[in-house]
């Protein structure tokens, strides 16, 4: 958006009325579309801001039988940040801004306008609770204020799970809470208790509003891993490889592991063309994890593209891959834990150049890798691949302690997350009229996942 679109839409904001905005809106507010049909006469109704970010909840929602889910306009949300804040900004101007700011400005702008049409927009569009992926949307928590305002819930599902995984990340995310400040919602959602733990001991949101409900959308893959869908069989001669996401202390040490890892494995393929490897990067990722291993293979001898049992394949099911896989190997990855989980062969390349400070400090789940097989070195893992391949199959003592790591940095394995997200907020409904909130009670019960 240029500058006199922004200016014409700031005009439009003031000017224009309420009524006129509110059918506007409306009329794009959209229903998410689902293919399981209604189970209640009462269904709770969900309207969703900023909806692309979310990853599978919506849809675990809509198939729940329980809920309706409405998908607010997003582009719109975005014009009006830009509008307001212009198109150049930190999250932590908007979302903490500097008294006397042209960012405090704006927002009070932006929530007046909100505010304006805020009444007239829920007439038309019915709705117990308003949802956000995540805290630092600004285009969520403006309209969020004006929607609290209102008497409608305004809670965040937080899509983020890994938020205490390494001392890394904890750092990461005090930083993070310092400069957006305190939570500004109702309600604050987790997918596990090393996340809510996190937040609460932080001071970002007081402990009577944050819980840990689980992870809505591994509900079916804890399912499948319950129903047997992951079972040994016959060896299918495949390892998936989801690609390295490891920070490294410089440059050197970087190309040094990429070096010794991808020439030990694209090697050990190349001696057993009777084995084929998938490599699974997100598809955004797929040039740079080509070109990752081009750069390391370099001058090796090793063609991984002439071989013809190595592959990438970005548009692979992460569950599809697990369950293919006589073995997975990644690092720092969360598919590591649902592979261990899922009850198959994981093989961590935990070289040198991972173990020094600060890198070892950026390992996530550190105190995971003690249930999987850790290579130190090329050779290492070349000899893991070799046995787990032949045999891929785990010591049956291990899995409690996967099943342990999975539910402390994941989700629960009962499988029945959206139903706590559903009683959780049909209680918080059927609560409004009184003004008190979910039950003390039931937060043991809620949290124990």
């Known amino acids: 958006m240029n500058v006199f679109g922004r200016f014409a839409l700031r005009v439009a904001a003031r000017h224009l009325p309420a009524e006129w905005w509110a059918r506007y809106l409306a009329a794009r507010t959209t229903r998410k579309a689902s293919d399981i049909p209604l189970k209640t006469d009462t269904p709770l109704r969900f309207l969703a801001l900023y909806h692309p970010g ?18 607010f306009p997003a582009e719109w949300q975005t014009r009006l940040v830009m509008a307001f804040y212009g198109p150049s900004y930190q999250n932590r101007e908007v979302m903490k801004p500097p008294p006397g700011s042209r960012f405090e400005a704006a927002q009070k702008e932006l929530t007046r306008f909100y505010d304006r049409i805020a009444p007239a927009y829920f007439r038309r569009q019915s709705c117990d609770c308003a949802i956000s992926f995540h805290i630092r949307i600004p285009a969520d928590v403006d309209f969020g204020r004006a929607i609290r305002r209102l008497g409608i819930p305004y809670c965040t599902i937080y899509r983020e ?30 997918h596990n208790e090393s996340a809510r733990d996190l937040c609460v001991t932080e001071g970002y949101s007081p402990s009577d509003r944050t819980w840990a409900l689980g992870c809505m959308r591994m509900d079916g893959f804890v399912r499948d891993i319950a129903a047997g869908a992951f079972a040994a069989g016959a060896p299918s001669g495949v390892a998936v490889l989801f690609p390295v996401a490891q920070p490294f202390a410089d440059e050197d040490d970087e190309a040094a592991f990429y070096r010794d890892f991808y020439r030990s494995l ?27 291993m081009d750069a390391a293979l370099e001058g090796s001898g090793i063609d991984w593209r002439a071989q013809g049992n190595v592959d990438f394949d970005p548009d692979l099911d992460v569950h599809e891959a697990i369950r293919i896989a006589d073995v997975v190997l990644g690092l720092n990855s969360t598919v590591l834990l649902e592979a261990g989980v899922a009850g198959k062969p994981v093989v961590a390349p935990l070289f040198p150049q991972t173990e020094a400070e600060p890198v070892a400090d950026s390992l996530r789940f550190a105190d995971a890798y003690r249930y999987f097989d850790v290579a130190c070195d090329g050779q290492t893992l070349c000899d893991l691949l070799e046995a787990r391949m032949r045999t891929p199959t785990v010591d049956p003592a291990l899995m409690a302690g996967r099943r342990e790591m999975f539910e402390k940095y994941v989700t629960s394995l009962d499988g029945n997350s959206v139903s706590r997200y559903i009683a959780f907020f049909r209680e918080l409904v059927d609560a409004r009229s009184s003004g008190a909130g979910p039950s003390s009670a039931k937060q043991a019960e809620r949290i124990a996942v």
Do not use: T
């Open 54 to 71: 979310f990853r599978g909840d919506l849809e675990a929602l809509a198939d729940s039988g329980q809920a309706e889910v409405y998908l």
């Open 161 to 190: 799970g890994l938020v205490a995984a390494s001392g890394r990340v904890v750092r990461h995310m005090r930083q993070f809470f310092d400069r957006l400040g305190s939570f500004q919602g109702d309600h604050f959602l987790v």
């Open 266 to 292: 694209v090697g050990f393929f190349a001696a057993h063309p009777e084995y084929r490897l998938i490599v699974k990067p997100k598809p955004k990722n797929l040039p740079r994890a080509q070109a990752q």
